[in-house]
């Protein structure tokens, strides 16, 4: 029996994909239509299975921990890890498939998570599981940086946020349900039982993707990776991701943090925490919905408004951590003004990357947010062993969301500042 060659397995996998992706209508929504087509829905599946299998290790690290015979401690690395992988792979990946169709890059990356999911479920050991959760991640960037391109692409203009934050609600949804489902799975069945679940996601996600995302939906780059990468030397660009990695990180510096400071500062009981967090997944959803809606009417004044009102609810929460139902109603508030930030700062890194390069900025722009998250957990973890202490961290948090604010706002001074020196052309009336 002859083999083929690993060149060869590709070069059928990706005429395999090919073929999957021309299984849709090419036909889009009017841009005058008011809903949404369903092609944006089914990137919001993808996002929900994504979303979920991120974090649904929190909730396995003691069943985890056991059964591979690790430490606690070893089983947390399994969320670095896939951070790490988000923060590396999102710009390589991108680049990589940058050449190929949108679409088929949004279905090859379903299969890698699929895959990568179904590794996890049957990883004999903490070294196999950690690399399957690195290959899993891979997909997690470039599929929301795409994937954000794509949903742009798919509305009229004056729908890009609100598209956006569509696709996100997935990645919202799975803190709120996937998550505790995941967790309860695990309870029940074992901890292998989750990441099957989220392989079965994964499978129901590539198919709507294959039925619902029309096969034009963003054709391949003619570019070189050369000419991407140009979109780096924007300045605006540059700003944004900084302004996105500064102003997220104030977030994970409480959120990573919550658990002991609702029980040994706000003084709840254990058994209370999971019920307070879905108090926060509901304003998530709420405030990215809201953020999306704001940002399409007025971006600008949105993602400044929003950035502040962000460091806004951080500092104040400092003032109610000692108050019970003040603290449950700011982790409300805290997991709305989080979320409200998100779609205006997609939007603005894609709008300033307009053009060649616009694929590789937004997924950079995924990794921005992982990177704001493994800072501010640095910081918060700084400031509860070597700092001031444990209820520092909201108005801790509250300076670093205020530094993304003044980047965002220096970004749109500059832009102001160019547009004002652009020199008037008078012409001669005829």
Same mark, same amino acid.
């Given at each position: 029996?002859?083999?083929?060659?690993?060149?060869?397995?590709?070069?059928?996998?990706?005429?395999?994909?090919?073929?999957?992706?021309?299984?849709?209508?090419?036909?889009?929504?009017?841009?005058?239509?008011?809903?949404?087509?369903?092609? %944006?829905?089914?990137?919001?599946?993808?996002?929900?299975?994504?979303?979920?299998?991120?974090?649904?290790?929190?909730?396995?690290?003691?069943?985890?921990?056991?059964?591979?015979?690790?430490?606690?401690?070893?089983?947390?690395?399994?969320?670095?890890?896939?951070?790490?992988?988000?923060?590396?792979?999102?710009?390589?990946?991108?680049?990589?498939?940058?050449?190929?169709?949108?679409?088929?890059?949004?279905? /090859?990356?379903?299969?890698?998570?699929?895959?990568?999911?179904?590794?996890?479920? %049957?990883?004999?050991?903490?070294?196999?599981?950690?690399?399957?959760?690195?290959?899993?991640?891979?997909?997690?960037g470039t599929f929301f940086g795409v994937g954000a391109v794509v949903a742009t692409g798919l509305v009229a203009a004056d729908r890009r946020a609100s598209a956006i934050s569509i696709m996100f609600t997935g990645l919202t949804v799975a803190?709120?349900?996937?998550? $505790?489902?995941?967790? #309860?799975?695990?309870?029940?069945?074992?901890?292998?039982?989750?990441f099957w679940a989220v392989a079965v996601i994964g499978m129901l996600a590539t198919a709507v993707i294959a039925w619902w995302v029309p096969a034009d939906a963003g054709e391949r780059s003619t570019s070189s990776l050369r000419d991407d990468?140009?979109?780096?030397?924007?300045?605006?660009?540059?700003?944004?991701?900084?302004?996105?990695?500064?102003?997220?990180?104030?977030?994970?510096?409480?959120?990573?943090?919550?658990?002991?400071?609702?029980?040994?500062?706000?003084?709840?009981?254990?058994?209370?925490?999971?019920?307070?967090?879905?108090?926060?997944?509901?304003?998530?959803?709420?405030?990215?919905? %809201?953020?999306?809606?704001?940002?399409?009417?007025?971006?600008?004044?949105?993602?400044?408004?929003?950035? /502040?009102? %962000?460091?806004?609810?951080?500092?104040?929460?400092?003032?109610?951590?000692?108050?019970?139902?003040?603290?449950?109603?700011?982790?409300?508030?805290?997991?709305?003004?989080?979320?409200?930030?998100?779609? $205006?700062?997609?939007?603005?890194?894609?709008?300033?990357?307009?053009?060649?390069?616009?694929?590789?900025?937004?997924?950079?722009?995924?990794?921005?947010?992982?990177?704001?998250?493994?800072?501010?957990?640095?910081?918060?973890?700084?400031?509860?062993?070597?700092? $001031?202490?444990?209820?520092?961290?909201? #108005?801790?948090?509250?300076?670093?969301? /205020?530094?993304?604010?003044?980047?965002?706002?220096?970004?749109?001074?500059?832009?102001?500042?160019?547009?004002?020196?652009? $020199?008037?052309?008078?012409?001669?009336?005829?």
């Amino acid at each position: 029996m002859v083999y083929p060659s690993s060149g060869g397995i590709y070069a059928q996998a990706i005429i395999v994909l090919r073929a999957i992706s021309t299984m849709s209508s090419t036909h889009t929504a009017p841009a005058s239509s008011k809903r949404f087509p369903p092609a %944006l829905y089914a990137l919001t599946v993808g996002s929900f299975g994504i979303g979920t299998t991120e974090f649904v290790i929190m909730g396995l690290l003691l069943q985890v921990a056991a059964d591979l015979q690790v430490s606690i401690a070893a089983a947390g690395l399994l969320i670095s890890g896939y951070a790490l992988g988000v923060f590396f792979g999102a710009p390589l990946l991108t680049a990589a498939t940058g050449r190929l169709p949108r679409k088929l890059t949004l279905l /090859a990356l379903m299969v890698v998570f699929t895959l990568g999911n179904l590794a996890c479920a %049957l990883a004999p050991s903490y070294e196999l599981l950690m690399l399957a959760r690195v290959i899993t991640s891979l997909a997690h960037g470039t599929f929301f940086g795409v994937g954000a391109v794509v949903a742009t692409g798919l509305v009229a203009a004056d729908r890009r946020a609100s598209a956006i934050s569509i696709m996100f609600t997935g990645l919202t949804v799975a803190t709120l349900l996937g998550v $505790p489902a995941g967790a #309860w799975l695990g309870a029940q069945l074992g901890w292998r039982a989750s990441f099957w679940a989220v392989a079965v996601i994964g499978m129901l996600a590539t198919a709507v993707i294959a039925w619902w995302v029309p096969a034009d939906a963003g054709e391949r780059s003619t570019s070189s990776l050369r000419d991407d990468i140009k979109v780096l030397t924007r300045p605006q660009v540059l700003l944004g991701l900084l302004a996105t990695v500064l102003g997220f990180s104030g977030v994970f510096t409480v959120f990573t943090y919550i658990q002991p400071l609702l029980t040994q500062v706000t003084g709840f009981a254990d058994a209370a925490v999971s019920a307070i967090l879905l108090v926060f997944g509901v304003g998530m959803i709420t405030g990215n919905l %809201l953020g999306g809606r704001l940002a399409d009417r007025h971006l600008v004044p949105t993602l400044l408004g929003s950035i /502040a009102t %962000l460091a806004l609810v951080l500092a104040a929460m400092s003032g109610v951590l000692h108050l019970p139902v003040a603290a449950v109603v700011f982790v409300g508030l805290l997991g709305m003004a989080a979320f409200a930030i998100v779609s $205006p700062l997609q939007l603005r890194v894609l709008q300033k990357a307009e053009g060649v390069g616009q694929s590789l900025a937004s997924s950079l722009n995924i990794a921005a947010f992982n990177l704001g998250n493994a800072l501010g957990a640095w910081v918060g973890g700084v400031v509860i062993a070597q700092g $001031p202490g444990m209820e520092a961290l909201p #108005w801790v948090a509250a300076l670093l969301t /205020a530094s993304g604010g003044l980047v965002a706002g220096l970004s749109v001074w500059l832009e102001r500042r160019q547009v004002l020196q652009r $020199p008037v052309k008078v012409g001669l009336a005829a």
